[in-house]
């Protein structure tokens, strides 16, 4: 396995911990189907949340600059392509979590609700009818 995908599997566990403190039910990680992936996909109360998890190693290159509009685009798809397939009604959630670090020592972000779906969006149907 190469080594950003090792660092990569390692921050997800970490989220994953972390989540679950915060009073989140994890239902799937790694969630995949064609090129449609979420790295975590958890309940709260009546939301189902799309979590997509950035780890980076040093903190010269912020994080959430990898999120971009692309990104949350295709994080929309993929949670529409999810709810439509298992036929939830759950409103959906939009989360961020950034591990900046090593496994000795490592600064956790968590934005929750990051965004909303943007017009781009349009054609999944579950978040504009």
């Known amino acids: ?3 950003h995908n090792i660092i ?6 970490i989220a994953v911990e972390y989540l679950i403190t915060q009073g989140y039910a994890i239902v799937e990680t790694n969630w995949h189907i064609g090129h449609y992936e979420i790295d975590i996909i958890a309940t ?5 949340i799309f979590v997509e998890v950035k780890t980076r190693t040093c ?3 912020d994080p959430l600059k990898a999120v971009d509009l692309r990104k949350k685009n295709h994080m929309v798809r993929s949670a529409d392509t999810y709810l439509r397939a298992k ?6 959630q939009f989360d961020i979590v950034t591990i900046v670090g090593d496994r000795h020592s490592y600064r956790l972000e ?3 609700d990051a965004f909303l779906p943007s017009v781009v969006t349009r054609r999944c149907s579950r978040f504009f009818p």
């Open 110 to 112: 968590h934005i929750p």
């Open 8 to 13: 990569g599997k390692w921050g997800e566990s």
């Open 59 to 61: 903190g010269e290159y």
């Open 87 to 92: 036929d939830l009604p759950y409103e959906a």
């Open 44 to 48: 709260k109360g009546n939301r189902m």
């Open 1 to 3: 396995m190469a080594r």
